[in-house]
């Protein structure tokens, strides 16, 4: 499986809970890791001046880590102020990516950098675009976490909504198709606490009962 595949299917684990994605999670991060001290920002070995439509491996997986936390610092700060409980979610992501130190500060420069009021996020969002426009399953990847991170919170905001649906329609997806990909989310997420409401016992004795094993 290549780069993209490992790292899409990764984190969709990591959101549903998958050790599988932990484990990709880990990889991504290492490979960050590796790269977060080099002063060379989005133009790895396999940048192409020349043309903006060629990306290395590592210019996508850098563009991508980026981009993720630049989102996520936007949409925290879109309702007005950044709460605890956003910065905890933003951490939550950095944990679940088991990122090192080094990764984490990056990723938090991100973030930070997301907030700022003139920050040119679409910008970045659409160079995520170019950059993946052949693996569109690492941007829906991308969309999952920026609308996971949102579910996280009570209820979304008018302004968080707005940037959503922006930062959407800058990667092509229509209202109607943000639409969708909420509704599921949040049934993903119905199913995920329906799994762990149910204790082992009732598990196991339903396993029983189908196997008519007393």
Known sequence: MGWIGKVGGGIIGLLVGGPPGAIIGAALGHQFDRGA?????????????????IWSAADRQRLFFETT???LGALAKADGRVSEAELDSARTVMANLRLQPAAVRRAMDCFTLGKGADFPLQEHVARLRQACRSQPQLLQTFREIQLEFLLDKPAISTGERMLLLQMARTLGVSTAGLTHLEAALRARRAFRQQ??????????GGAYR?????
Request: no cysteine.
């Open 37 to 53: 001290g080099q002063d060379e920002g989005l133009r790895g070995p396999g940048y192409n001046a020349g043309d903006p439509g």
């Open 195 to 204: 799994r762990t409401t149910t204790t082992p016992q009732q598990t196991l």
């Open 69 to 71: 936390f630049h989102g």
């Open 210 to 214: 189908a196997l008519d094993i007393a």
